[in-house]
């Protein structure tokens, strides 16, 4: 079985991508944002390689997209772990798959931590996303779970409830001025099993009538006849953007191109905020 001897930097021409990738559809897809991450704080995980077709060549085993990203980014060398011996295509199958189910991302709560500390320290969003590569949205929403209620923390935490879920809802029980806990946490239970645009609504009403009971607006809302649906014909360049933007912001696709529409509505002066 072959092993890896050495973890050094090899030139990016002296890399080959072999035939046994096991990601082979959307190899491209979010690679904006790992260009951007290497370009402010470097390569943090090296590639896996072995022996190449050709001499003083190494064929990349694990690690295309970083192996890509360094290459549009221009970095000159690439950081790699070299096994001692060439492998036949089965095994660099073997080996591109486990490294690519085995790999997990850094913990939401942990994420959390990391943005909300770089958030106080440079006291922007923009700069957050800057130092790290972030998307926006998910930075915003990271910083703002240090301004939930110790109670709606407490839900986010047990993956009882959705962060934006929960930012919502405390906006919603917000409206007098101060925080009804109670309310909070009653409407951010309630708001997990509604859609986005549900959510929006259950917020615009608590917004116009703040003195009407809570349980009477979830009803009125999930009963109501006041939320439509529409059929929308997108290509398949928009439709893969659109599923990108609602896996970045933890949504359905519905509901983000609902937040989406609902944005070009008011940025066109269509919609109050």
Known sequence: MAK???????????????????????????LDELEDSIRKVGQLEPIVVCPGSKPGKHEILTGQRRFLACKAV???????????????????????????????GLHR?????????LYKKYGSIQAVVEETGLPYPKVSDYVKYDRLIPELKDLVDKGEVDL?????????????????????????????????????KVAEEMQKEPEKGVPDVIEAV????????????LGPVELQNLQTYAKEEGTTQDDAAASLIREGLVHHGYLEE
């Open 74 to 104: 221009g970095v000159p060398t690439i950081w790699a772990a070299v096994m001692d011996k060439r492998v036949d295509e089965t095994t660099a199958k073997i080996i591109s798959a486990t490294e690519n189910l085995v790999r997990r």
């Open 164 to 200: 934006k879920v929960a930012l919502r809802a405390q906006d919603a029980a917000s409206v007098s001025g101060r925080t009804v806990v109670s309310q909070a946490v009653y409407l951010a239970k309630e708001m997990q099993g509604m859609s986005g645009v549900q959510q929006a």
């Open 109 to 117: 709560r942990d994420a959390i931590d990391v943005c909300t500390y």
């Open 222 to 233: 999930k009963t109501g006849s006041q939320i439509f649906q529409i059929l929308v014909t």
């Open 4 to 30: 890896i001897i050495d973890i050094k930097r090899i030139p990016v021409g002296d890399l080959e991508l072999g035939k046994g990738q096991s990601r082979t559809r959307d190899v491209g897809k979010g």
